[in-house]
């Protein structure tokens, strides 16, 4: 169980990168009047899912009831930031689908594909589900 939380972990954290990457390259950070996202919103979520995962591996080799359940409890808040960055990406996504003529304030977020975003959110609730169950030694 430890290992498949580990490589949902991992898929979820590379599209997570990715959709950093694009946030960054559209001008995230430098747009925060533009974007519904503010960096200490977008960057905690990413630090504390990092630090969580490197805990993850350390309980895998250690072997630590003790690091499983501080990885699952650092995932409670990675999670409550990601559906609140959900709840905000959800407006942006529809202004794009009604086909708005390009404006210089378009959201960095804007530019999120649609299957990353739904990939990143089912791995992470499959992650979450895997890791519970792990440290409930299930």
Do not use: C, Q
């Not at 905690?44 to 350390?58: C, K, T």
């Not at 009604?98 to 990353?116: C, K, N, S, W």
Request: hydrophobic share 60%.
């Amino acid at each position: 169980m430890g290992i498949a939380a580990l490589v949902t972990w991992l898929i979820t954290a590379v599209g997570g990168f990715y959709l950093l990457y694009t946030w960054i390259s559209n001008g995230g950070p430098r747009k925060p009047s533009a974007s519904r996202f503010r960096p200490a919103l977008i960057f905690s979520h990413f630090a504390l899912a990092a630090i969580g995962l490197v805990l993850w591996i350390i309980y895998l080799i250690a072997d630590s009831d003790v690091l499983a359940w501080v990885a699952f409890i650092l995932l409670v808040p990675v999670a409550l930031l990601g559906f609140a960055m959900l709840r905000r990406w959800l407006p942006t996504y529809r202004a794009r689908a009604v086909a708005e003529a390009p404006t210089a304030d378009v959201p960095a977020e804007r530019h999120f594909p649609v299957a990353v975003v739904g990939g990143h959110g089912l791995f992470a609730v499959v992650t979450v589900v895997l890791v519970l169950l792990a440290a409930l030694e299930v």
